[in-house]
């Protein structure tokens, strides 16, 4: 499994707590990892895609556009809305025994929401930081998570092999800490499935102070 191969979904939600506001949009954000221009339906990729295809037609598709070549610096700029010679995440990727991550002095795009009164969740890949607690991403503005903290995973049992010593450990957590019990969950159904849990999870009655 190339780490720069790896697909990966990434789901972001902020739910908005519909008391504040009836107009205000929930925001459900997917991004797909390594995702090459030709592996989309509707840019007539063998590979079928008619989910992402439907939602294209009746959305705005956006056909030129720019971004990192690899993983950490292009997910530290969505982030961060930095550009990645500021954060210090220009070179590479962040690997397992790297003392790296998204500066905290950089707010989220997720703390950013829940100073506008969203709920903020994520499920999938983080890789922005976890040598410290400080960096993982439910100190980083997410209220719940559930994922890997680094770039690629075994897609059944979770693990991930440390790049010096290629010991394998565990990479699957949530915001209690390391998941043990889903080795043999599939991580698309996996990950799904949390995906699906959230929204319905969602507690629209819920008021929150709102900082303006
Ligand atoms: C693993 O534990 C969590 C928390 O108790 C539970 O929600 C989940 O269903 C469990 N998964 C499996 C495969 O048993």
């Known amino acids: 499994m190339s780490l720069y191969t790896a697909r990966v979904l990434v789901f972001f939600f902020c739910l908005f707590d519909w ?7 929930n925001v459900v954000f997917v991004l797909a990892d390594d995702y090459g221009y030709n592996d989309i339906g509707y840019h007539g990729s063998e590979i079928q ?3 992402l295809d439907k939602l294209a037609q009746s959305g705005v598709k956006l056909e030129n556009y720019y971004v990192q070549p ?5 997910r530290s700029q969505l982030m961060s809305g930095r550009y990645q010679i500021h954060t210090g995440l220009q070179h590479s990727i962040i690997w397992p025994e790297q003392p790296n991550g998204l500066p905290l002095n950089s707010p989220t795009l997720a703390d950013k929401m ?7 969740h994520m499920v999938g890949k983080w890789h922005l930081g976890f040598y410290k607690k400080e960096y993982l991403p439910w100190k980083r503005g997410f209220d719940t998570y559930f994922g890997y903290l680094t770039g690629s995973e075994d897609y059944f049992k979770h ?3 440390t790049s010096f010593t290629h010991k394998a450990y565990l990479d699957l957590h949530n915001e209690q800490g390391p998941v043990k019990n889903e080795s043999g969950h599939y991580s698309a159904h996996l990950f799904t499935q949390k995906a699906i849990d959230v929204v319905n999870s969602h507690n ?3 008021v929150k102070e709102v900082n303006v």
């Open 19 to 25: 008391s504040l506001a009836a107009s205000t949009p």
């Open 49 to 51: 895609t008619p989910t």
């Open 159 to 161: 693990i991930r092999k």
């Open 204 to 206: 629209k009655k819920k």
């Open 114 to 120: 829940k100073e506008a009164g969203y709920s903020t």
């Open 70 to 74: 690899i993983c950490s610096p292009t």
